[in-house]
């Protein structure tokens, strides 16, 4: 059985929690997603409580005690980009990505002119030996020890920070009034490698990302794993061999908008499509309020024009607000994550299309929920 944009479309939603949420508490979202990209961290939280059953939503609030308590992490991994973790895969997911983000972030120091970081990393271990640190006091330590000169770019500071993740001797802190800190790597994350056991194997990590990543996702190609972790196709395709011969993978031809593509899925998945698994919970339309970078969208790179809906071309950059509405899964209108309480009539919105009476009152019912999320205990 091929499978069409909308086929895909309706399981990605299913499998991410969107439709169906009943995921009991927010590591248990981070869990089932494996990671989550999470540079816009309040965004990204509100996003992860929309896979969560309704009575176990609570507010903002509680969900930023979930990062204070470490019961998730942020931290450099897959990419050069922030990404939330479960304290148990941190050390699996970095040994496996760590290296290529390396030699990513290594084209862009050369240009900066920046140094090793060894001396830098060095500097910040022993900063966080004794306790947390925002970032403002480890640039002043780096100055201080004489790694970085007064006059250093942010950059600098940056560059050093994202190895000493890298190479796990920082992880995300609680907050201090109100501002993030950086904490010793191995007081937050426990020793092993989750699943894996004691020992790191490269073959049995590659085959556990994709155990761990794709059933959240629903159908996907391997570039789609291979832009989404930052490992190559090669490395990829050798995992889902084995995969395949376990009997653990489905892969199946795209048809229509998907015409050539080889999608890969669990046949627990491909069962339910196949069965005929209802497309969209009935009673109107449904909007959701979508970071940017929320994993429904981030998850995909060669398949995410299944979102796309022709009747709503995607705005320029210019003035263009960051985040994304959808109407019944399709990319509708862009919105501003609000600054201050919310504000009457709900967020700001950008629509792409005319927007009609049934789009405005779906907007209107996730409104009340995002309002809920932002109100103080």
């Not at 090793?116 to 271990?125: C, E, K, L, M, T």
């Not at 071309?313 to 985040?323: C, D, I, L, Q, T």
């Amino acid at each position: 059985m091929s499978v069409d944009a909308a086929t895909v479309r309706a399981a990605r939603l299913r499998s991410q929690r969107l439709r169906g949420p009943d995921l009991p508490d927010l590591p248990a979202a981070v869990g089932h997603l494996l990671a989550v990209q999470g540079q816009e961290v309040r965004p990204t939280l509100w996003g992860l409580t929309r896979r969560l059953a309704t009575s176990a939503r609570g507010n903002e609030a509680t969900a930023l005690a979930a990062l204070d308590d470490g019961q998730i992490l942020r931290t450099h991994v897959l990419r050069p980009t922030w990404h939330l973790v479960l304290p148990v895969d941190v050390r699996w997911l970095l040994e496996l990505t760590a290296p290529r983000v390396a030699r990513t972030m290594a084209s862009t120091e050369r240009s900066w002119g920046l140094d090793d970081p060894g001396p830098g990393v060095a500097a910040v271990a022993a900063e966080v030996a004794t306790g947390p640190r925002t970032r403002d006091e480890l640039a002043t330590a780096l100055v201080e020890r004489g790694v970085l000169g007064a006059d250093a770019p942010g950059v600098a500071v940056s560059h050093i920070l994202m190895h000493a993740e890298l190479r796990k001797v920082l992880i995300s802190g609680p907050a201090e009034h109100g501002r993030s800190t950086y904490v010793a790597f191995d007081d937050r994350v426990p020793a092993g490698y989750g699943s894996l056991g004691h020992r790191f194997d490269r073959e049995s990590a590659v085959l556990e990302l994709w155990r761990r990543w794709l059933p959240a996702r629903a159908y996907a190609t391997v570039q789609d794993l291979s832009q989404w972790s930052g490992l190559t196709r090669t490395v990829l395709r050798a995992g889902l061999a084995v995969l395949r011969d376990l009997g653990e993978v489905v892969e199946v031809p795209g048809e229509e908008d998907l015409d050539g593509l080889t999608l890969v899925t669990t046949p627990a998945v491909h069962e339910s499509v196949v069965s005929g698994a209802p497309a969209a919970p009935s009673g109107g339309r449904v909007a959701d309020l979508l970071c940017a970078y929320d994993e429904l969208l981030s998850s995909y790179g060669e398949t995410r024009r299944v979102l796309a809906d022709p009747r709503a071309p995607e705005p320029g950059r210019r003035n263009a607000f960051v985040h994304t509405v959808l109407i019944d899964g399709r990319r509708s209108a862009r919105w501003r994550w609000p600054g201050g309480p919310p504000r009457p009539g709900g967020p700001e919105l950008q629509w792409q299309r005319a927007p009609e009476a049934p789009d405005r009152a779906a907007v209107a019912r996730v409104t009340v929920d995002l309002e809920a999320f932002l109100r103080a205990v």
